[in-house]
């Protein structure tokens, strides 16, 4: 295991997915799925959302602490959230099921006792901030930790889709992308975001209101761009071989590049301002070998340290 401590928060849910007439259930939700992913690179990962003790809550719970990551965010009697992904040629679409729900139980105070003093990260995003007293307390909470010198990272995960008020949640996350010093986000994300902009002019936008340090956009099979130390860095999708499908694909390359930067020594907001291109090139390389491995597996699945080590070049470690 690498000394790289992670903290995530926010939606864990039962994905109850259907692919030609066929539905089988996952635990899930992007948070959970970055806890899980990072977790298996290695991290010591603390998930900080609550998880129901319903019988689903056992199976999210189980999921997580086998693959090694500590629940500092409680149980509780609330239902857990639930999911209907239907798959279509590979690609996931959502419904969500998530009122008075257990993960969404939290406050400012709750989420600050849960997070460790020691962690060197802090990530959250997706349903968590769409509306709320939840997503008020995330926001809240990612404000207060920002102050305090804590590596913050976010990844919107926009769904436009079950958003009923846009512009409260717009005003949200470009809040909340001002406190951020990792931040990813799709060319999907970036469209919601930035409605009717054409993409060169969003980006622009996006880099003007965020003090991000690195600042990446996924767009599918057509890689990655980041803006680092005045640069910018393409890299090119690693092709899934076989494609099953893309759930979790984003949450696994999230979960990598925060552990690519652990690994390279980044994980603080002194050394990501050292941050160059060439080492964000390496990072995201890693990032997208790892999401084509998930892709070549039913439903969110990432690799493990060992089968991502097996399939990329060793990355340097810093110290």
């Not at 689903?56 to 409680?74: H, I, K, N, P, S």
């Not at 958003?163 to 799709?186: E, F, G, W």
């Not at 998930?294 to 810093?318: I, S, Y």
Request: aromatic fraction near 4%; proline fraction near 6%; glycine fraction near 8%.
């Amino acid at each position: 295991m690498t000394d790289i401590r992670i903290a995530v928060g926010g939606e864990n849910l039962i994905d109850q997915v259907t692919t030609d007439g066929d539905t089988v259930s996952h635990p899930g939700g992007s948070p959970f799925n970055v806890a899980m992913a990072a977790a298996r690179q290695g991290a010591a990962v603390s998930y900080v959302s609550p998880i129901s003790t319903d019988a689903w809550g056992q199976m999210l719970a189980g999921r997580l602490t086998d693959d090694g990551v500590t629940l500092t965010g409680g149980r509780n009697d609330l239902p857990s959230t639930m999911a209907k992904v239907t798959v279509e040629a590979g690609i996931p679409s959502y419904v969500f099921d998530r009122d008075k729900t257990a993960e969404r139980a939290v406050t400012e105070a709750s989420l600050l006792r849960a997070i460790p003093d020691d962690a060197q990260v802090v990530h959250t995003g997706s349903l968590t901030l769409i509306d709320g007293a939840d997503a008020a307390a995330w926001e809240a909470t990612m404000a207060h930790l920002y102050a305090s010198g804590k590596v913050v990272s976010l990844d919107p995960n926009v769904r436009l889709s079950i958003i009923r008020d846009i512009h409260s949640y717009r005003a949200r996350i470009l809040r909340m992308i001002r406190r951020v010093h990792v931040l990813k986000l799709s060319d999907e994300d970036l469209e919601g975001l930035f409605p009717g902009t054409p993409e060169a002019e969003a980006i622009e936008a996006l880099r003007a209101a965020t003090p991000a340090r690195l600042l990446v956009l996924t767009r599918g099979g057509a890689g990655a761009s980041a803006w680092v130390d005045g640069s910018v860095v393409e890299v090119p999708v690693h092709p899934a071989q076989p494609l099953v499908d893309t759930v979790g694909a984003g949450d696994t390359y999230m979960a990598s590049l925060l552990v690519g930067l652990g690994l390279m020594g980044y994980l603080s907001p002194a050394r990501l301002d050292t941050l160059t291109a060439a080492d964000a090139q390496t990072i995201m390389t890693r990032a997208s070998r790892a999401a084509s491995l998930n892709c070549e597996r039913a439903g969110c699945n990432p690799p493990t340290e060992a089968e991502l080590a097996a399939a990329t070049p060793r990355t340097p470690e810093r110290t």
